[in-house]
């Protein structure tokens, strides 16, 4: 045992990432095999549990964000999907488990960026992740048509924006969520749990299936997140400031009783 030890601490902090990306397919492959939209609510609920129990190990600013960020993708799921229509789910609504899933993504990206690897080689990896999205762009507009029939334009017009967000100093995070994301989105699809649109509904235009770099789109998803809850101030902000408030009707409750005392003297004098 005392020999299995320096390895399992070498490996405890890709514990979630690892779980993660075995949780994918299985997830993915159960949904595939629903039959109605209450089993599929099962799976919502289990996701939500999930990501419920891997949260109580975060920081609060961490466990905020994630939670933000599920607000976030769930608004963009709603009109990517219900209401635009560029991609569609089997039973073309929006399932339970999507919201909980972005933020198990998210999850992945943030633990991702404080592993030693990332700590150690993020230049490296965050170049990769951007060769991988630019070949895979090109792959889109040449040889995508040739093999699927399917020209992905929609993916190439993604790649300036990831471009962007390989340029921040956050550039490890992303270049994770481009991993992962990229990894769901090729088994979603080949599953069928989800499907892009041959042409962009109200504008035509040409999408993969799915598309090269939509990860820039969960990176902007990711960005928003982090954005938000900045505004929101430093992690219990709003539970001191209730605290104060408490703290204050205390005083001033304590206060009257005093000049109740005090009020026979004056009525004496």
Request: hydrophobic fraction near 50%; glycine fraction near 8%; charged fraction near 15%.
């Amino acid at each position: 045992m005392s020999r299995l030890r320096p390895s399992y601490c070498r490996l405890r902090p890709y514990t979630y990432n690892v779980f993660l990306l075995g949780l994918i397919p299985v997830a993915l492959f159960l949904d595939i095999h629903t039959r109605n939209l209450w089993q599929q609510d099962v799976l919502g609920l289990l996701s939500f549990c999930v990501l419920a129990f891997w949260t109580r190990f975060s920081p609060p600013n961490e466990r905020r964000q994630v939670w933000i960020m599920v607000g976030v993708a769930t608004c963009i799921e709603i009109w990517s999907s219900v209401i635009w229509g560029i991609y569609r789910y089997r039973f073309h609504n929006m399932p339970l488990f999507v919201p909980w899933g972005h933020g198990l993504v998210y999850l992945f990206a943030l633990r991702a960026g404080r592993t030693p690897i990332m700590l150690k080689h993020g230049r490296a990896i965050s170049r990769a992740a951007l060769y991988l999205a630019t070949a895979w762009a090109a792959f889109g507009l040449t040889a995508e048509p040739l093999l699927t029939g399917r020209l992905d334009v929609t993916g190439a017009m993604f790649w300036p924006l990831f471009v962007w967000f390989m340029r921040r100093p956050s550039a490890p995070i992303y270049a994770a969520a481009f991993f992962v994301t990229s990894y769901l989105e090729i088994i979603g699809t080949h599953f069928g749990n989800w499907t892009w649109q041959i042409y962009a509904p109200v504008s035509h235009i040409a999408t993969g299936n799915p598309p090269s770099v939509i990860s820039a789109g969960y990176c902007i998803m990711d960005f928003l997140a982090i954005a938000i809850a900045a505004r929101f101030g430093a992690p219990g902000a709003v539970s001191r400031a209730c605290a104060s408030a408490r703290r204050a009707a205390v005083g001033v409750g304590r206060s009257s009783p005093v000049s109740t005392e005090s009020e026979p003297d004056a009525r004496s004098a």
